[in-house]
């Protein structure tokens, strides 16, 4: 869940808990991103760094596995589309 819901939302908890539903929520402030991006543009942040391993798109496959296998060594997989 991302975002903020307005009003009254009913929501069956046991039908989550029936399923084994994780609820997972986050929240952002938009007046983040303008900050964020002028970071990245002016290199302030060195978002290449981050990347740990690449893949084609025909190894989306060996990515997912990477990811859920290295956890310890891997922040960041990158699956290109050229």
């Known amino acids: 869940m ?3 819901v307005y009003g009254e939302t009913p929501f069956r ?11 997972l929520s986050v ?8 900050m964020a ?4 543009s002016s290199k302030t942040i060195q978002v290449r760094q981050m990347i740990s ?3 084609s798109f025909e ?10 296998h290295e956890k310890d060594s891997v922040m960041k997989v990158l699956i290109a589309f050229e």
């Open 2 to 4: 991302v975002g903020n």
């Open 53 to 55: 391993r690449t893949f």
């Open 59 to 68: 190894q989306v496959q060996e990515a997912f596995d990477c990811v859920i």
């Open 13 to 23: 908890f046991i039908d989550a808990n029936n399923k084994e539903v994780d609820i």
């Open 27 to 34: 929240f952002r402030y938009v007046n983040i991103y303008p």
């Open 37 to 40: 991006m002028r970071a990245v």
